[in-house]
Each structure stands twice: as C-alpha cells, then as structure tokens.
C-alpha cells in the first residue's frame, strides 16, 4: 500500500545522533566558538587599550607641589612704594623667581638640609611656572608686598617625573635639566612634608604651558572649547537635523528628487571628516571672515558633519513608530502637522536624543577638521563665550582630541602622562554623553 | 419582535441616503484596486462590506474619509458625496472630513497616552470643549457611547494601551464617537478580538447606528449578517452585489456572491 520506497536502511534509533545530525551540531559548535574568540579578542584589545591609557595617564591627575615661604620684599616688587600697578608691572618673572629662590634656599637652611648644589642648581626644583604663579596673584593683590607668604609651587617637571617613576636616580645622571643630587635633595624635602604629591585640579583647569613647563600644562581652555563647540552644534545640528528628517519622513512626495536626496544623505554620512574641515576653511574663515581657531567655526563644521547622523537616526526614530499611530490621528481628525507633533514626535523622541547625543560624542572626539581650521594654536588665553571684539564663540580657543594630539608632539616626557591623561578626561566626558543617552532613552521609552 | 424587524426595515427605507458614491475608481500605482464602484449608504443604518481579502472593500471604506490620500501611490477618481457634498471637491480640507466621518481600524490602536487623553485628543484640536468641565462632559459621553465607561470611569489616568484588546477597541470607537462624527467607518474593527469582545463591540456597533450611519469592512459572514442592515459584496475590485442583508445572505443574485456565501470561493 505504502509509495515509500523501501531504502533498506534499519531503523534509526532516537537515542544515537545520525550523522547528519553529528555535522550540524559540530559545525553550531564551531560557530559559537568563533564568535566568543572575536568577542574576547575584541574585549582584550580594549583592556589593553584602557590599561595602558590609564597606567599611562593617571599620575597626570596628580602633581607634586613645593610648599615654601615667600619674602614678597617691597623693595623688589614696588619700587614706587605706593603699590602703583603699572610700576609693579615692570617686574618680571625673573624678578620673583629670584624671590622664590630665596625661600626655597631659607627652607633648605631652616630644615638643616646639606647639599653640594649651587644656588641656581636648587633653583630648578622650582618650576618654571611657578614665579608667575606668584606674580599674578601678588598682581592681582597688592597688598601682600611687604608680607612673607606660605606658597604651593609646582614643582620643576623632573621632580614631579621622580615621584611618579619617571625619573630615576640613573636616568637624572644623564639628564641635563636634573641631577641625582637634586633628586636627593627633593627626597630631603619630603621628609620633611615641604614636598607633596597630591590631586591636581590644575590638570583640568589651566591652560596649555609652553614645551618647558609640562608640569603646567592642563585642560582648561580645551575643555571649554570643545564645551563651546558642542553647544554650537547642539543647538544647530538638532533643530535643523530634526527638521529635516520630519520634512523628509513625513511629509516630502516620494519621487526621484527625494531619493537622491536621501542618497546624498547617507553619501554625506560616510565623507572624511578632513573634508568638511577644508569645506569649513573656504566657506566660513576664507569667505565669511569668522575669526580663525574660534569655536564657532568649530561648531559650525562639526555641525556640518554631525547632522547626517542626527538625520539618519532621527528618520530611523520616525519610521520605527507605528503606522497605526499616525493612522489614529488622522482618524479623529488631526491634520498632518498634528498627527507628527502631537504623537509621532513624542514617541520619536527616545530614538532622537540618543541619535543626536551620539552625533555630539562623535563630534567631541573629532580632530582632524579641526586641525585645518586653526584650532591646534597654543592658546593660553580662557576664550570667552561672547566678546564685543570677537562676537560669540570667536575668541581662539582649542579642543580636547586637538590637545591631545598636541601634546604627543611634545619633546619632554612629562607631555606623555600629559596627553594619556587628556585621552581619559575625553573619554570620561563620552562615557557621561553615552550613559546619558541610555538613560534618556530608558526614561522616555514607551510601549504601545 | 417580528414586528420589530419589520419596522425596522420600513423606517429604513424611508431613510435619506448619507453616502452615495458613483463611478469610484481606485489605482495603487498601477494596479487598478476599485473599479467602478456605485453605492448608495443610507443615513442611521450599518452597511457591511464582505468579501475575500485584497477584493477593495477596505480600499474603498478609506475613500470615504480620504485615507487614501496619505498614501503617496494610490489615486481616487469618481464621485463620493456626503450628504450632497463632494468630498473630492478641491475645496474641502480632509481633516476637517475626518472630524465628520469617523474611523475604527483593524488592530486597536490607542495612543500611548491616558484614557481620557485619547478620548479628549479629537475634541481639543477641533475646539469642541470651551474648558475643562465641557471636555469632561465629552469624554465621559464618548466613553458611555463606547460602552466601556463603567470599566474604566475609576482609572482614566490609566495608559490607553493597558487595556485589554476588546477595551483597547471600544476606547478607539469611543476616541471616534467622541468628535461628533455622523459617519461611523470600520475597518474589520473585531478581527484582533476573541469572540467575547467581539460579541461586546458588536452590541455597541447595534447601538451606534441610532446616532451614525456605520459602515463596517468585515470578514466574518456571521458578523455581517448579525449587525447589518445592507450588506456589500466586492469582489476583485468590482462590486458584486448590494442590498438587504437578509436577502444577500439568503437569496443572492449574483453566483459569486452566492459562492463566497457558501464558501466555495474566498
């Protein structure tokens, strides 16, 4: 009765694999072996990547400090006696610094220290820094000539480096700028709690310090530059991307001229970055004379390059709500405008922000437009946010990847732990922007 | 109860006819999906429109609020007048049409909002509320037409979309009902339910008609031929059949509608 050709085969028992059976389990097997090798190698690169970032760069958080008293002698400071501010200006750094030199020396003295160093060997424990330190804040109050003040001075680069296991005795034999005296010297001062290592809000806070001074160098106008530039691009790239991507998904026909727009947006998406940097130069500093090194033309070019991704994503967003959503508003009557606003919008929103932060932490980390924009200059200046000379955002400022990359052009040593420690404050900054997003998009998800 | 029935029928055919359609033609691009369809609907009266999938019932349901024009491809040719009016005419704004005709669709869909926000939504944009205490006048008649008041008069504030689908469904019906509409649509409103909401949706469709003139698009013969009164027969973008439903379902003219009827095609 049965059409089943008899294949003569016994009958396959349930409890042993066949092998067809066999070659399909081993081969699942080897798939998932080779998908948990990519992800452990994928999660070794970046420990190694983040362990080497932060053995490299954390002592950067930390700065060794001299701690001596200051005879702010008024005869050296004030020759007009009157704490005129345009006579005390004529004293410069090297005026203080011998000051400094000077209570460095009465500390050495007071503790009972013995050394071989000369005078102006001491001196180099000092930073370079330092007597401007003192300069400013004797500037900014005069009434303190005359007084013996107790100050914390950045210590010269080679002894912050001999704290951090930098600089060794060996290493300072050959160093011209040390010696293995000075060294032992500043372990002298240690023990007697003149020298201290401890956490440098500095780092985060100063400006860039010439190639001399690493010990100086901080964060502080990268920090508000690229603080400046994403507020421009927050505040260009969301409402301009966001109103693109409606038009586009909502209500633009659907014909050839809105493919090709749509192409171009996806092509836009994946140009160089370089490019828009060279596309800012030419338009908005060769051709509309906004100043140079500014964060506006800043923000302008990373507004340029972000909004393909704010657009992208936002339309994604848009087109992940339902259709019966949209279906319902017009239903009871709500025009177009409404049925977008009212409800397709809110539902979006999610989607929006966390497209529009990732654009922004995309933009934060971007160097290279801004290399051929003029960001890269030494700027010791904080850039305000608006001047009468400059206008909004156009005093020079410079961006966190810039610095970075700035400072591993630098020759001394002390810029290494310099640049690690900038690559951790930006990457903490990106961290926040992403843990924000995800947050954001937990808070305002909803279910329909 | 006989005489009930018979009332009924006569009432009806004295009735004014509320929708009336000539020469209806609809393309998707180049498919040609209603051709040539005439159809009179009478005012307080539930129309059925049965037919096998993909045969236009649907297509031609959303002409009469113009749904269609949000899809870029489709394109309506003919004529399709609500009480006289044209409402293809150049000069009427479809969102103003939408407030006067009304639409359930197939899968219940609330907005992500309260209760009463989905009720309240079409009021407010069409200003029909002068405040508060008038749009809460309005959402609980919108709720008690939709027969679901009792079930959530204690929860409003609740998410529309924590309903149970049956609730979801009367919550929509209530969310159309409630910007006065005359012309009630219905897009297959009980094929996401289990035959107890259904049976619920159904009693209220049977209660609407005294205010609307409801058209519903269905795929169960069983539904058409227990809430209404005129039953329409598409098939293949044609409209086959049209009249009383009792005589549709039991005397049929056409040998297709007889065959959907007794299932021999479909």
Redesign the interface.
């Known amino acids: 009765m049965t059409d089943f050709p008899n294949t003569g085969q016994p009958r396959q028992s349930l409890l042993n694999l066949d092998d067809r059976t066999k070659k399909r389990n081993a081969a699942e097997a080897r798939f998932k072996a080779y998908g948990i090798a990519a992800i452990v190698t994928a999660m070794l690169a970046l420990a190694i990547l983040l362990s080497s970032v932060v053995a490299n760069g954390s002592s950067a958080f930390r700065q060794t400090f001299i701690t001596i008293d200051v005879p702010l002698d008024a005869d050296k400071l004030d020759k007009s006696g009157v704490r005129d501010l345009d006579v005390m200006k004529k004293v410069t750094t090297i005026g203080y610094a011998k000051l400094l030199r000077e209570g460095l020396l009465n500390a050495i003295t007071d503790a009972g220290i013995d050394t071989s160093l000369s005078d102006k060997e001491i001196a180099t424990l000092i930073s370079k820094e330092a007597p401007a330190t003192v300069r400013n804040s004797v500037l900014a109050n005069p009434s303190l000539v005359g007084e013996t003040l107790t100050f914390d001075l950045l210590a010269s680069g080679r002894i912050d480096g001999y704290y951090k296991g930098r600089v060794t005795l060996e290493s300072a034999a050959l160093d011209g700028n040390t010696s293995p005296e000075a060294l032992m010297l500043a372990d002298a001062l240690k023990a007697e709690g003149l020298i201290t290592t401890r956490f440098n809000w500095n780092f985060l806070t100063a400006p860039d310090a010439s190639d001399q001074r690493p010990e100086a160098a901080g964060l502080g106008v990268a920090i508000l530059g690229s603080l400046y530039m994403m507020l421009v691009v927050l505040f260009l790239a969301l409402p301009i991307g966001v109103a693109a991507s409606i038009y586009l998904e909502e209500f633009a026909?659907?014909n050839r001229w809105t493919d090709v727009i749509e192409v171009n947006i996806s092509n836009l998406a994946a140009v160089p970055s370089i490019v828009y940097g060279i596309l800012g130069l030419a338009i908005f500093i060769n051709f509309m004379h906004f100043n140079q090194s500014s964060p506006l033309v800043g923000g302008l070019v990373l507004t340029l390059m972000t909004l393909p991704t704010i657009i992208i994503s936002t339309r994604a967003a848009l087109k992940s709500v339902?259709p019966?959503?949209?279906?319902?508003?017009?239903?009871?009557?709500?025009?177009k405008m409404?049925s977008v606003f009212?409800?397709v919008l809110p539902?979006a929103a999610p989607g929006i922000l966390t497209g529009t932060i990732i654009g922004l932490a995309q933009a934060l980390g971007e160097t290279a437009p801004l290399l051929l924009i003029g960001m890269v200059a030494f700027v010791r200046e904080y850039p305000a946010a608006y001047t009468e000379n400059a206008g909004l955002f156009g005093e020079a400022a410079t961006a966190l990847p810039v610095q970075v990359y700035n400072w591993t052009q630098r020759a001394d040593p002390g810029f290494v732990e310099r640049a690690s420690g900038a690559i951790i404050t930006l990457l903490v900054f990106l961290l926040i922007m992403n843990a924000v997003a995800i947050f954001l998009r937990r808070k305002f998800e909803?279910?329909? | 109860m006989e005489d009930m029935y018979h009332m009924d029928r006569a009432m009806m055919t004295q009735q004014d006819t509320k929708i009336s359609a000539k020469g209806v033609q609809v393309y998707y691009g180049d498919t040609h999906a209603i051709k040539d369809v005439d159809v009179e609907i009478a005012d307080k009266t539930v129309t059925a429109f049965i037919g096998p999938s993909g045969c236009g019932k649907s297509t031609f349901l959303r002409c009469i609020?113009r749904?269609n024009d949000?899809i870029?491809v489709a394109r309506v040719s003919g004529d399709i007048r609500i009480d006289g009016e044209d409402i293809y005419d150049p000069r009427v704004d479809p969102?103003?049409?939408?407030?006067k005709v009304?639409?359930?669709?197939q899968?219940p869909?609330?907005?992500?909002k309260s209760i009463y926000d989905n009720v309240a939504?079409?009021p407010k944009?069409?200003g029909l509320a002068r405040n508060k205490a008038d749009l809460d006048e309005i959402v609980e008649k919108a709720l008690r037409r939709g027969a679901i008041w009792d079930e959530v008069k204690d929860r409003l504030d609740a998410p529309g979309?924590g309903l149970s689908g049956g609730q979801q469904q009367r919550l929509?019906i209530a969310?159309?009902v409630?910007?006065e509409p005359e012309v009630l649509l219905m897009d297959e409103p009980c094929s996401a339910l289990d035959p107890i909401a259904t049976a619920q949706v159904e009693e209220l469709i049977d209660d609407l008609r005294q205010r609307y003139s409801v058209v519903i698009v269905t795929h169960s013969m069983q539904q058409a031929a227990r809430v209404s009164q005129k039953t329409a027969f598409f098939h293949l973008g044609n409209l086959v059949e049209f009249g009383d439903t009792d005589k549709i379902f039991t005397n049929p003219e056409d040998p297709r509608t007889e065959s959907y009827i007794s299932g021999r095609i479909g």
């Open positions: 026909p659907k339902p019966s959503i949209r279906d319902a508003a017009l239903g009871v009557g709500a025009s409404q009212h409800h539902l909803r279910r329909w | 609020n749904m949000t870029d969102v103003q049409l939408r407030a009304g639409m359930v669709f899968k869909n609330p907005f992500p939504y079409g944009i069409h979309t929509c969310r159309a409630a910007t």
